[in-house]
């Protein structure tokens, strides 16, 4: 999914640039307010974590390709704007180092890759949790649907800015958006067992405590 360089015009890849560094900026000054220094350690965890996972890639056609995401896990353990951060690092950390996504095309790989899964994905998570009883089930169900949609809609986006923004149609890119339809089971099925994890273990490390199972929020209490 990583955009390259040189599949956005100049102007496109500006204009996500400046709306990539600002999502940067507030992602910074909010996330003040998330981070404690017991949960420092789970935010490099989780970092390495998404870094390795996220270099097994499928190529796709238009030049950009398939792997897993984990912007949405993030968001549910570490509170959107921390995700957008750690995102944001892997991201630049990606493009510099390994040549994985355009360091022209760095703000569009946030805000499809980062902001719209991290932000998107938790505040959607917290409506279905906020809508659906109380349960584990529940709780992890819409880990595993907040997971799978984040994907797609990463996917899509990421289709919209090459397509609008730049000389491929979108008319070529159905191929993207199907392959992680399917990836996101996968994605959703290893997001759903980390969150599993660290919710039967840490609960008082998750992010938005007020929607954990009851007994999980008496224990992060």
């Known amino acids: 999914m990583h955009i390259p360089d040189g599949l956005m015009y100049p102007a496109t890849a500006a204009a996500t640039g400046f709306a990539g560094a600002g999502a940067v900026a507030y ?11 017991q949960r420092i350690p789970v935010v490099g965890l989780a970092a390495a974590f998404i870094f390795a996972a996220q270099m097994v ?16 896990m993030a968001g549910i353990l570490l509170g959107p704007w921390v995700g957008v951060l750690v995102m944001s690092v892997v991201y630049f950390v990606q493009a510099v180092g390994f040549a ?3 360091i022209t095309a760095l703000g569009a790989n946030i805000l499809c890759m980062g902001v719209l899964p991290a932000v998107g994905g938790y505040y959607f998570f917290r409506a ?3 809508l659906l009883p109380r349960t584990r089930a529940v709780y992890l169900g819409s880990v595993a649907v907040t997971s799978w949609l984040s994907i797609v ?3 899509a986006l990421a289709s919209v800015f090459i397509a609008v923004g730049g000389p491929l149609p979108l008319a070529a890119f159905p191929i993207m958006i199907g392959v992680h339809t ?5 994605e959703a099925v290893i997001s759903t067992s980390v969150v599993a994890a660290v919710l039967a273990t840490r609960p008082d490390l998750l992010a938005g405590r007020d929607r954990l199972p009851a007994p999980a929020r008496e224990e992060a209490a």
Do not use: F, I, Q
Request: proline share 2%; charged share 20%; glycine share 20%.
């Open 100 to 102: 994985d996504g355009g």
């Open 128 to 130: 279905l949790t906020g």
């Open 27 to 37: 992602a910074l000054k909010k996330a003040r307010d998330e981070l404690d220094e």
């Open 153 to 155: 809609a990463a996917s």
């Open 182 to 186: 399917l990836v996101g089971v996968l």
């Open 57 to 72: 890639t499928v190529p796709v056609a238009g030049g950009t390709s398939a792997h897993l995401l984990g912007g949405a």
